[in-house]
């Protein structure tokens, strides 16, 4: 038997053809977390706050930015921005300048004195933040957007802790610090400065008084270098320079000073040396891609004339009468360990030389002070958390320095968000958030075609003779064109920029734009793919349907 002439398809409509009962995939619309998202420590949505900035929706940008880190100026230039690392532009020419765009948006917010809205509910529960740094700073903030009453105790006569007293003005401009913390206070963050955490009590004080509490007293504790008398007038710990400094005063350390450290903490004691008018001298362990302070911080530090002596380590300080310091060194292997914060040294044969100096700097890390938070688990060094900041003590919860190596101005910003977010879902008793179940974007899933190859701006700097005569920050910032130029060359990865893209090319019509999203029409989509395939963020994946 012949089958029945189907009816010309030109005289009537396709709609009667069902050919989605041919397909063994669909495609699908999804958000999924892209790499630069998935490596941020505050878990910033960066592909919505950049696509934002491109409409030039700058406040709208900001308002995302700060869901998540109340300080994008200040990260946006200290940041060690493990997020453009991540960034599969990474893979395609040059990663996106996350950072310098964040700071360009950050410095916007300050200049046009945007502010955060009013909580819209107030709670009845009291909060008490030990420590007035980044992490104690995040946490206030989180938690008195959510409506909590929130009391901050700082130790130092003013808020900011590392960002203050240990991050010199030529990397963070004081009018920048100032104005961030500000807009956390005028959330109703009620501030005693000059109020400590020094014993049990003291910590039990504040259990009872309040309904949770959050401990990121940080690390003040310098490690010592045991080849080293810090007994010595011409030692001084390089915590105690950069605070000495902060708070305006010139240590006199004599004409040639030695900093010891390969981290940032050693570059900004050196650099800050350098500004006071000393001949520096930085000794690191650390071959010098090896040294845990970033690269740009290194260039600077040598284009401002500091001798960078890598590679090596102090055997003996001897004093030379009123003449200064013999520094006895020698060269050696550095392996790092499975840890942060661990090594291997091992010295090099026949390898021996001297420096001489008038001041030596030991800038190689510092400890937390346990000692009033003796009833907490400890872990080593640190107290002892989980994966949401809590602590072995009910309604204690702690962050930064005092539980993590990180030591990241960031990780610290974001260890108090969790916390926060934490303390308001047990006191809300509610139940865990699921994560996103997506994977993180790849290079692979976004259709590249439909992106020109274009260099990352390069970087300003004030000039090298600038620096050395003021406090004048180092490091510039985007102008409005170079910003905008740069947010073009973002893939928002794993983020639907509603293109049509996948409207445009489904050769069945399949595909039909639904207000600020899309449908796929099950009855006449083949999945063919090739929707996903010409997606030009990633954000449609195929799944395999079981029929």
Not at 484 to 500: M, P, Q
Request: hydrophobic share 40%; charged share 25%; net charge neutral.
């Amino acid at each position: 038997m012949s089958a029945p002439i189907p009816p010309i398809w030109t005289t009537g409509s396709t709609e009667v053809f069902k050919t989605g009962t041919w397909r063994a995939a669909l495609p699908q619309h999804i958000r999924a977390p892209s790499p630069c998202h998935a490596a941020c420590p505050v878990n910033g949505d960066i592909a919505d706050w950049i696509g934002r900035a491109r409409g030039r929706d700058y406040r709208g940008a900001w308002d995302v930015l700060a869901r998540n880190n109340p300080f994008p100026a200040i990260a946006g230039r200290i940041c060690h921005h493990p997020c453009e690392s991540a960034c599969n532009r990474a893979e395609f020419d040059e990663p996106l300048a996350i950072c310098k765009l964040e700071r360009f948006v950050g410095d916007l917010a300050l200049a046009e004195g945007w502010t955060y809205d009013k909580p819209v509910e107030t709670r009845s529960e009291r909060i008490a933040v030990v420590g007035g740094g980044p992490s104690g700073l995040s946490a206030a903030y989180q938690l008195a957007r959510r409506g909590y009453r929130v009391t901050l105790f700082e130790a130092q006569s003013q808020l900011g802790g590392l960002m203050r007293y240990g991050i010199p003005p030529y990397r963070l401009a004081r009018s920048v610090l100032d104005g961030e913390i500000a807009r956390i206070v005028a959330l109703g963050v009620q501030v005693r400065c000059g109020a400590s955490l020094d014993t049990p009590a003291d910590l039990e004080r504040l259990r009872g008084e309040y309904d949770a509490v959050y401990v990121a007293i940080g690390a003040r504790r310098p490690k010592r270098l045991p080849q080293l008398d810090c007994a010595q007038p011409w030692v001084m710990d390089g915590a105690e320079y950069l605070a000495r400094c902060a708070r305006g005063e010139k240590p006199a350390l004599g004409k040639r000073v030695v900093v010891i450290g390969g981290g940032s903490a050693a570059l900004d004691a050196a650099r800050s040396a350098r500004r006071a008018g000393h001949d520096v001298t930085i000794l690191a362990l650390e071959k010098t891609a090896q040294m845990p302070a970033q690269r740009e911080e290194i260039d600077e530090a040598l284009e401002e004339g500091i001798v960078l002596v890598a590679g090596a380590m102090l055997t003996q300080a001897v004093s030379r009468e009123g003449r200064g310091v013999r520094l006895n060194c020698v060269r050696v292997r550095f392996e790092p360990g499975l840890q942060r914060g661990q090594f291997t040294v091992t010295p090099v044969a026949d390898s021996e030389f001297v420096l001489e100096a008038d001041a030596i700097v030991p800038s190689i890390g510092q400890d937390p002070d346990l000692t009033a938070l003796q009833a907490l688990d400890s872990t080593g060094a640190l107290l002892k958390v989980d994966a949401r900041q809590a602590t072995s003590a009910e309604r204690v919860y702690a962050g930064g320095d005092v539980t993590s190596m990180a030591r990241f101005v960031t990780e610290a910003i974001g260890m108090g968000k969790r916390a926060a977010l934490e303390i308001d879902r047990v006191l809300r008793a509610r139940a865990s958030v699921p994560a996103n179940g997506e994977s993180i974007v790849s290079l692979s899933a976004i259709a590249t075609a439909y992106y020109a190859k274009q260099p990352r701006p390069a970087e300003g700097h004030l000039d090298p003779a600038q620096r050395l005569k003021s406090e004048l920050e180092v490091q510039l910032g985007f102008d409005v064109d170079t910003a905008l130029a740069e947010t073009e060359r973002c893939f928002s990865c794993g983020t639907c920029i509603l293109c049509d893209n996948c409207v445009n090319v489904c050769p069945d019509l399949a595909v039909k734009r639904d207000g600020a999203g899309y449908l796929v029409l099950a009855d006449y989509c083949k999945g063919c793919g090739l929707c996903v395939k010409e997606c030009p963020t990633g954000s449609m994946k195929m799944v395999e349907e079981v029929r």
